[in-house]
């Protein structure tokens, strides 16, 4: 054995084995399989990192990222209005004032609705709730664990004592705190809107300037894929929650269900919540319609939220919205959980177009309408290959 002799043994290489060995690659360990999957572990642990600091950075200036996000959303919105206009030869300062006085009225109108409504109802409403909360306890009492009336009156008086302690005036000065945050970026998109609405077209083209070539190309077209998917994204869905809102009112208000425009409305701004928000205004309608009409109208009034959420999600999506920009559902719930843990509910209300978005910028990234080379499809023979040789 070469181990126990005392002469190294001679070894002759022919010429191909020398050509051969002075080509190939140095041995590393970063050059096997578990070399490369180390490498590949830094690099998403990086990648991770990078999304984490900038959600954290997002996270700490969201009185300017919300209000920008938002205001891109509605200028993406109104996109088509503002480029009629101007073809039409109206100045860009006169069309955004135009678009923004029609949804200031728009929203002034909606308001004026849903308070009159409520004021008209309220008082029957009230005494029906009160009515209905009085059934609830007497039912309860009937109960055998129905809590007693010295447990009632303890928990009242720990309510009283909540809300006469620092802690809940600390809550109200938070709640005060809130609300000025929230007028605050409500100018501040008002403003960035009226900025993006007028002059759009040139801070775009400002941003591109350092694109050149085929860079310039596809960044170009991602910028115009995103303002379509973002525009048709809110206006496919505004189409369908009005749709939906007239559906439900016309089934409340031949049920005689109070506050039946209220809660429309109500359903129309949920509806921007995919499957979340349809589900909870049917709830809340059932639940008035419980308090106010019976059990058996609740229950007439959950078929009916069911029927127009079928008409809503067989025809009216696919036709308004188009199959290209339509989210599988597991991936909107799962979107709609990451956006809610955060950005509350902002974050619950922009998850799903942002991530239309994305979705819009892959199937446009290599062409027009070339997916990046990953997002491909399979074609058919590829995919019977595969099949072939698993079988």
Same mark, same amino acid.
């Given at each position: 054995?070469?181990?126990?002799?005392?002469?190294?043994?001679?070894?002759?290489?022919?010429?191909?084995?020398?050509?051969?060995?002075?080509?190939?690659?140095?041995?590393?360990?970063?050059?096997?399989?578990?070399?490369?999957?180390?490498?590949?572990?830094?690099?998403?642990?990086?990648?991770?990192?990078?999304?984490?600091?900038?959600?954290?950075?997002?996270?700490?200036?969201?009185?300017?990222?919300?209000?920008?996000?938002?205001?891109?959303?509605?200028?993406?919105?109104?996109?088509?209005?503002?480029?009629?206009?101007?073809?039409?030869?109206?100045?860009?300062?006169?069309?955004?004032?135009?678009?923004?006085?029609?949804?200031?009225?728009?929203?002034?109108?909606?308001?004026?609705?849903?308070?009159?409504?409520?004021?008209?109802?309220?008082?029957?409403?009230?005494?029906?709730?009160?009515?209905?909360?009085?059934?609830?306890?007497?039912?309860?009492?009937?109960?055998?664990?129905?809590?007693?009336?010295?447990?009632?009156?303890?928990?009242?008086?720990?309510?009283?004592?909540?809300?006469?302690?620092?802690?809940?005036?600390?809550?109200?000065?938070?709640?005060?705190?809130?609300?000025?945050?929230?007028?605050?970026?409500?100018?501040?998109?008002?403003?960035?809107?009226?900025?993006?609405? +007028?002059?759009?077209?040139?801070?775009?083209?400002?941003?591109?300037?350092?694109?050149?070539?085929?860079?310039?190309?596809?960044?170009?077209?991602?910028?115009?894929?995103?303002?379509?998917?973002?525009?048709?994204?809110?206006?496919?869905?505004?189409?369908?929650?009005?749709?939906?809102?007239?559906?439900?009112?016309?089934?409340?208000?031949?049920?005689?269900?109070?506050?039946?425009?209220?809660?429309?409305?109500?359903?129309?701004?949920?509806?921007?919540?995919?499957?979340?928000?349809?589900?909870?205004?049917?709830?809340?309608?059932?639940?008035?319609?419980?308090?106010?009409?019976?059990?058996?109208?609740?229950?007439?009034?959950?078929?009916?939220?069911?029927?127009?959420?079928?008409?809503?999600?067989?025809?009216?999506?696919?036709?308004?919205?188009?199959?290209?920009? +339509?989210?599988?559902?597991?991936?909107?719930?799962?979107?709609?959980?990451?956006?809610?843990?955060?950005?509350?509910?902002?974050?619950?209300?922009?998850?799903?177009?942002?991530?239309?978005?994305?979705?819009?910028?892959?199937?446009?990234?290599?062409?027009?309408?070339?997916?990046?080379?990953?997002?491909?499809?399979? +074609?058919?023979?590829?995919?019977?290959?595969?099949?072939?040789?698993?079988?």
């Amino acid at each position: 054995m070469g181990l126990f002799r005392r002469a190294p043994q001679e070894v002759t290489l022919t010429s191909r084995e020398v050509e051969l060995t002075a080509h190939r690659a140095p041995w590393s360990l970063w050059g096997d399989a578990f070399g490369r999957l180390a490498i590949r572990g830094l690099q998403i642990i990086v990648i991770v990192a990078i999304v984490a600091g900038a959600i954290w950075g997002i996270r700490q200036v969201t009185v300017v990222v919300i209000p920008l996000i938002l205001a891109l959303i509605f200028a993406s919105a109104f996109a088509p209005v503002m480029t009629w206009m101007r073809r039409k030869g109206v100045p860009s300062i006169l069309a955004t004032l135009l678009t923004l006085l029609t949804v200031v009225v728009l929203l002034t109108g909606l308001g004026w609705v849903i308070v009159w409504a409520v004021r008209d109802q309220w008082d029957d409403l009230s005494s029906q709730a009160q009515g209905g909360f009085q059934q609830l306890l007497d039912w309860v009492n009937t109960l055998p664990f129905a809590p007693t009336s010295a447990q009632i009156d303890e928990w009242m008086g720990q309510l009283g004592d909540f809300v006469t302690s620092a802690q809940f005036g600390s809550g109200a000065l938070a709640g005060v705190s809130a609300v000025a945050s929230f007028v605050t970026g409500l100018v501040l998109m008002v403003v960035i809107l009226f900025f993006f609405l +007028k002059d759009g077209p040139r801070m775009w083209e400002f941003l591109l300037r350092p694109f050149h070539g085929t860079s310039y190309v596809r960044a170009r077209r991602i910028g115009d894929k995103s303002v379509q998917v973002l525009g048709s994204y809110v206006r496919g869905t505004a189409a369908v929650a009005f749709v939906d809102a007239v559906g439900i009112l016309i089934g409340l208000l031949i049920l005689q269900v109070p506050l039946a425009i209220p809660l429309a409305v109500l359903v129309f701004l949920l509806a921007f919540i995919p499957i979340v928000g349809a589900v909870t205004a049917g709830a809340l309608a059932a639940l008035v319609a419980l308090v106010a009409n019976g059990p058996v109208i609740a229950l007439i009034v959950v078929g009916v939220v069911i029927a127009v959420n079928q008409l809503e999600g067989n025809f009216l999506q696919p036709v308004l919205m188009g199959r290209s920009m +339509k989210l599988h559902s597991f991936v909107v719930l799962v979107v709609l959980a990451g956006g809610t843990a955060i950005g509350g509910i902002l974050g619950t209300l922009l998850a799903v177009p942002l991530t239309a978005v994305v979705w819009g910028i892959i199937q446009v990234w290599d062409g027009p309408d070339t997916p990046a080379r990953w997002a491909r499809p399979k +074609k058919r023979e590829q995919r019977v290959a595969a099949g072939d040789a698993t079988a």
